[in-house]
Nanobody, 124 residues
Framework: QVQLAESGGGLVQAGGSLRLSCLAS????????MAWFRQAPGKEREFVAA????????YYRNSVKGRFTISRDNAKNTVDLQMNSLNAEDTAVYYC?????????????????WGQGTQVTVSS
């Protein structure tokens, strides 16, 4: 099993960038598919991006394609989300998730472990 901790959230102006990082507690992190989800007030938690354990398969939510990049460093037990061209619709709590599978699923049920979340606020 693995514990996850997100960091890097904060306040950023529209059009700006932010990089989120998720740190896993154990080296077994490298055997898990990883993903980022987000949840805004009054909305359902939604898929943002996912990456398979090997990094070979990557998927993004349509609204973030071309703006966000997910990556992982298994040696450091981290997965990052680089977010560029941020807009108000990106404001949410962002959660890191891990799956015991390797298929990089795009739905909540595919993931077994979750971090506590980090707040991202995009202002004008």
């Amino acid at each position: 099993q693995v514990q996850l901790a997100e960091s890097g959230g904060g306040l950023v102006q529209a059009g700006g960038s932010l990089r989120l990082s998720c740190l896993a507690s154990r080296r077994t992190f490298s055997r898990y598919a990883m993903a980022w989800f987000r949840q805004a007030p009054g909305k359902e938690r939604e898929f943002v991006a996912a990456i398979s354990w090997s990094g070979g398969n990557i998927y993004y939510r349509n609204s973030v394609k071309g703006r966000f990049t997910i990556s992982r460093d298994n040696a450091k037990n981290t997965v990052d989300l680089q977010m560029n061209s941020l807009n108000a619709e990106d404001t949410a709590v962002y959660y890191c998730a891990a799956s015991e599978g390797s298929g990089a699923g795009t739905y909540r049920g595919a993931y077994d472990y979750w971090g506590q979340g980090t707040q991202v606020t995009v202002s004008s």
